[in-house]
């Protein structure tokens, strides 16, 4: 193996990784935002939401261009957009620009796996990609671990601009290393025909739209909790400093890093997929009950609830694997993306949803101009999320009953 193959990998692994940092860095700042925008919990949710938008929006035709020009264009591309969103939220104090730049790290982040998969199937052999991808999805998620607490005291030693504006050079320095490292790539010119037939099959399978959206429900341990109002929950909640509630809530984040293999291996055992999802809605709602009504737990104890959550929360690789029954094997790939992207597309309900009920519970109190809300008003909007939950399992235990355990057109081929 080259030399330079590893560091094409380490690279697309690295901005993989990163971009978790910036997905989850608006939490670590809320009150600074809420203060210097003039916005209130609602607004919040939107500029959260936002974020979802570009990601998901941008997850079919990235991996198109992906294909058809090759990673060195585009994660470069990608990442240099990330760069200019970022320095754009970091320098505005415009409210429709930092919706702007939040719009602009999202679509460039929808490169970060996509890319970073690419750059695996690109440059390993066939027989050592499984392990690669592997090592590259548990990797990134560490950017999402440690871009918490670290994140955060490196925000109180120098301010939460001048890191962003780290962060946005930073960004900028990946972009030209992936350029200028990856070599140039033979263009596809037929991977068109494919999204055409794709999306045509995906509106001709109600199923699979059913499929994405029980799989969005479920979505909130992660993309809500743990990326944005998980750490002011456990701030007003529990009275945690911001420090440890950054250290707190990405340990979601830390247990999907190990979640992927086992519900796969318990599927594999099962052969019960529609099950055991329903099964890991259900325990990620009991466990967000007992966080929300159990009363006072230990930061260790909240800290090993949120790693169970981060495991179950990995129902998503079986979800997409129930996804990919109802296509052919030369469809899988947008198939995926298109699954996905709906369920990343739910996420912007439940930052939408809880912003709407906590400003809805506001008792009028402020401080510094901004609002103050009560533990109620965070219980409450929180409560969305097993809700929801449950919600979701129960669509996955009626697509069991309406479609049958290993339904599936295209079943007999996996």
Known sequence: MRFSSWCMWLIAVFFFAFQFVLRLYPALIMPELMARLHIDATDVGVLSAVYYFGYAGMQIPVGIMLDRFGP?????????????????????????????????IGAGSAAGFLGAVKTVRMVFAPEQRTKMLSWTFSIGLLGAVYGGKPVSLLIHQFGWQEVLLFMAFLCALVAGGIYFLFPESEEDTTQHVQLREALVYVFNKPVLILIGLAGGLMVGPFECFADVWGISFLQHHFLLSREDASLVAPFIYFGMTFGGPVLGFIASKMSADYVLTAICGFFMAAIFAAVLWGGQMSVSGLTVLMILVGVLSSYQVIVLSIACRFAPSHLHGLVTSITNGLNMLLGCFFHYGIGSIMDHLWTGAMQDGVKQYTDYAYTSSIALIPLCLVLGGLGFLLLRVVLGETSGEFESHH
């Open 72 to 104: 060195r264009k585009v994660i470069a591309g990608c990442a240099f957009v990330s760069a200019m969103g970022t320095l754009l939220f970091a320098l505005s104090d415009w409210w429709v620009l930092a919706l702007l730049g939040r719009f602009c």
